[in-house]
């Protein structure tokens, strides 16, 4: 029984000595990335009320929450996803607030996946969102971020998908597909089953442009020439023409960035989260099945809540991003500077002083009482295994 209590449930690790350490550091330097672009920190409760990330919300599938109650019989959840509690804030604190809103954060979510996907069920994440603010601008000031999180975090090889909700949407209301068919549709496009997605369309009557854009579905474009393509085909279904456009001038901001070679547009981007409306977008990098950064813009989340305010924003797994590092053999640097001090009985005086006026220059000290049955050789391992700079025996 008690080497049962050794082990943790499935899909949750524990983290430790180097590996908590770079994390640690790793969240850091991004938190001061985000924090450079002028967003300011907020934390929000690892449960909530079941209605925040309901059905009518769009999140994450009630199967997949781990549920329970207080003592008032209310339903409770660990939060699937951090952005529509920051949702909820923003919407309690700054409801009069008409100027732009930005915050980021970090912590943990807890989707319950079958067990056969062989994912973590509690990861981290750092995220940012800016409320308030519907243009364009901050659509490629997210994206600006989303890539300097990256590269601070020492990626270098790494892609953005980015496409636009309303662009299946638009295909979807143009198509005038029945409800199954448009779920049958997500579903092969989610899988990048674009056969199956061509087979599904084929026996639709419809108008060679719009055919056309329904092709465009599993293509990745670089830039303008491809988007200028396919605005031409839209000119009759305003829905698709605004979602085209719109990323076409989000191609100029980014090239203004300078940072329009790390994305792609995927016109056939899709989310699970139904409450995106503009752009969508993931972040893909070596070593990591998974996208890294998912995130995009949700103008009517906040109205849920009472509050009619535009907003965007993504969220970064870092428990994936440290995969990503480990497997690319990208080293998170460590700096050691402890120095350990071993004192025998008579020296416990002048030991503690010792380790008071290291720690007031602002050092790290660490102090062990000497015992008699151990060596100097023992302490010389503890320090080597401890990576402990400096050993001083008194």
Not at 112 to 139: C, F, H, M, P
Request: hydrophobic fraction near 35%; include cysteine; glycine fraction near 8%.
């Amino acid at each position: 029984m008690r080497k049962q209590l050794l082990h943790t449930p499935e899909g949750v690790r524990d983290i430790y000595s180097e590996e908590c350490e770079k994390k640690l550091i790793l969240q850091d330097n991004i938190n001061r990335a985000l924090r450079r672009y002028g967003y300011h920190p907020i934390q929000t409760p690892s449960f909530e009320f079941f209605d925040i990330f309901g059905k009518e919300i769009g999140t994450t599938p009630s199967k997949n929450l781990y549920k329970f109650f207080d003592r008032e019989g209310n339903t409770l959840v660990l939060r699937p996803d951090i952005t529509p509690s920051v949702a909820r804030c923003a919407a309690k604190y700054f409801g009069e607030e008409n100027m732009p809103i930005r915050l980021c954060y970090m912590g943990s979510t807890f989707i319950n996946n079958s067990s056969y996907q062989g994912r973590l069920k509690e990861n981290t994440q750092i995220g940012a969102e800016l409320i308030a603010d519907e243009t364009v601008d901050a659509d490629a000031e997210m994206l600006a971020m989303v890539i300097a999180s990256l590269k601070t975090a020492g990626l270098q090889e790494f892609q953005l998908s980015v496409g636009h909700a309303d662009f299946f949407r638009g295909l979807t209301e143009s198509a005038g597909l029945q409800e199954e068919q448009e779920e049958e549709l997500r579903e092969l496009i989610s899988n990048k089953n674009f056969f199956g997605a061509e087979s599904l369309i084929e026996p639709l009557h419809l108008d060679q442009n719009l055919k056309e854009l329904f092709g465009m579905l599993g293509n990745l474009y670089s830039g303008s020439k491809e988007l200028s393509c396919a605005r031409e085909y839209a000119v009759g279904y305003p829905r698709i023409l605004a979602a085209i456009e719109r990323l076409e001038e989000l191609h100029q901001l980014l090239e203004v960035y300078g940072i329009e070679r790390y994305v792609t547009f995927e016109l056939g981007t899709i989310s699970d989260y139904q409450y995106y409306t503009g752009i969508i977008f993931s972040g893909y990098t070596f070593g990591s099945g998974e996208p890294i950064v998912k995130g995009g813009r949700y103008d009517n989340l906040l109205a849920y809540f009472g509050k009619h305010a535009t907003s965007i924003g993504f969220a970064l797994t870092v428990d994936q991003l440290m995969a990503a590092l480990s497997r690319q053999k990208i080293e998170i640097p460590l700096t050691y500077r402890t120095q350990l001090i071993v004192y025998s009985e008579h020296a416990r005086s002048e030991a503690i002083r010792l380790a008071e006026e290291k720690r007031n220059a602002g050092e790290s000290a660490e102090m062990i009482a000497f015992d008699p049955n151990k060596s100097k050789e023992d302490y010389l391992a503890y320090a080597d295994r401890n990576h402990i700079t400096e050993i001083i025996f008194l």
